[in-house]
T-cell receptor
Framework: DTGVSQDPRHKITKRGQNVTFRCDPISEHNRLYWYRQTLGQGPEFLTYFQNEAQLEKSRLLSDRFSAERPKGSFSTLEIQRTEQGDSAMYLC???????????FGQGTRLTVV | KQEVTQIPAALSVPEGENLVLNCSFTDSAIYNLQWFRQDPGKGLTSLLLIQSSQREQTSGRLNASLDKSSGRSTLYIAASQPGDSATYLCAVSKVTGNQFYFGTGTSLTVIP
């Protein structure tokens, strides 16, 4: 499978715990995005990487959120001290270039109890 | 900021009908527009990408048009099938910045 891969697919965690998600983009894609989607809403932008550089961050990305993309390959999104409001689908996408098609992974469904 | 609106929010049609989904955006300085399909609890599947210089794109039974000056795009689905049932999302990339902006989607149900 050469598509965008996300792991895990589902995560249930207790409030206050830390969680980390992983995204493996399509190998030749240098642009990587994280989005968050709540029920009945469209995806909302969180952050953008071009290669290993994090070039854009949304105001949605509070201090509890951090994202990395070491060596410009896979990316991780960590949420510290999770809150119930963090429950959502976290989506990763990659693109080859600015005007090219974006491809999304299957998402990680986070439930904070 | 780019605001993206999709109308209707939900649509139910009998199998075989042709249908049109609408997407409007407030800032016409766009780079491109992409239509996606999302099945319940799943990620997004790309359907069509239209560059700002293009008027339309076709893939099988799908045809997407773009009128950048009026801030509108339509997704036309011909001869709908029950397997087309899903939520359809449009996303717009602006000329400035790198993120793309999504609408809230149209939930389509095709009744056999």
């Amino acid at each position: 499978d050469t598509g965008v891969s996300q792991d895990p697919r589902h995560k249930i965690t207790k409030r206050g715990q830390n969680v980390t998600f992983r995204c493996d983009p399509i190998s030749e894609h240098n642009r990587l995005y994280w989005y968050r989607q709540t029920l009945g809403q469209g995806p909302e932008f969180l952050t953008y990487f071009q290669n290993e550089a994090q070039l854009e961050k949304s105001r949605l990305l509070s201090d509890r959120f951090s994202a990395e993309r070491p060596k410009g390959s896979f990316s991780t999104l960590e949420i510290q001290r999770t809150e119930q409001g963090d429950s959502a689908m976290y989506l990763c996408a990659s693109k080859e270039g600015r005007g090219t098609e974006a491809f999304f992974g299957q998402g990680t469904r986070l439930t904070v109890v | 900021k780019q605001e993206v609106t999709q109308i209707p929010a939900a649509l139910s049609v009998p199998e075989g009908e042709n249908l049109v989904l609408n997407c409007s955006f407030t800032d016409s300085a766009i780079y491109n527009l992409q239509w996606f399909r999302q099945d319940p609890g799943k990620g997004l599947t790309s359907l069509l990408l239209i560059q700002s210089s293009q008027r339309e794109q076709t893939s099988g039974r799908l045809n997407a048009s773009l009128d950048k000056s009026s801030g509108r795009s339509t997704l036309y689905i011909a001869a709908s099938q029950p397997g087309d049932s899903a939520t359809y999302l449009c996303a717009v990339s602006k000329v400035t910045g790198n993120q793309f902006y999504f609408g809230t989607g149209t939930s389509l149900t095709v009744i056999p």
